[in-house]
């Protein structure tokens, strides 16, 4: 059973930063794309960043240059390092696995349950 788990959420000022972390168990952690996602209330979910199996990293245009994302294989980890923080990036951020390794449009097959980002201005 595959189980993604996420952490590192928390409240923080704007300009403030946030690493957020997703331990997976159950998953082929070395050959899938994963990513983070969000959603912020009354809005669509968005990908926020893509990673795939070599560390190509893909990013959504609002967050580029302040959002690195990562992923440590022999922790079976993917991080979130969010820095720069505005309002707007407050949201429920989960992380997304896909059995794919394919990143060019990731299509997840898991999902963790989410945890809360809140930036205060």
């Known amino acids: 059973q595959v189980q993604l788990v996420e952490s590192g959420g928390g409240s923080v000022q704007a300009g403030g930063s946030l690493r957020l972390s997703c331990v997976a168990s159950?998953?082929?952690?070395?050959?899938?794309?994963m990513g983070w996602f969000r959603q912020a209330p009354r809005k669509a979910r968005e990908a926020v960043a893509t990673i795939d199996i070599y560390g190509d990293q893909r990013y959504g245009g609002s967050v580029k240059g302040r959002f690195t994302i990562s992923r440590d294989h022999a922790k079976n980890t993917l991080y979130l390092q969010m820095d720069s923080l505005t309002p707007e990036d407050s949201a429920m951020y989960y992380c997304?696995?896909?059995?794919?390794?394919?990143?060019?449009?990731?299509?997840?097959?898991?999902w963790g349950r989410g945890t809360r980002v809140t930036v205060s201005s």
């Open positions: 997304a696995a896909d059995s794919s390794a394919d990143c060019s449009i990731i299509r997840p097959d898991y």
């Open positions: 159950g998953y082929s952690f070395n050959t899938g794309c």
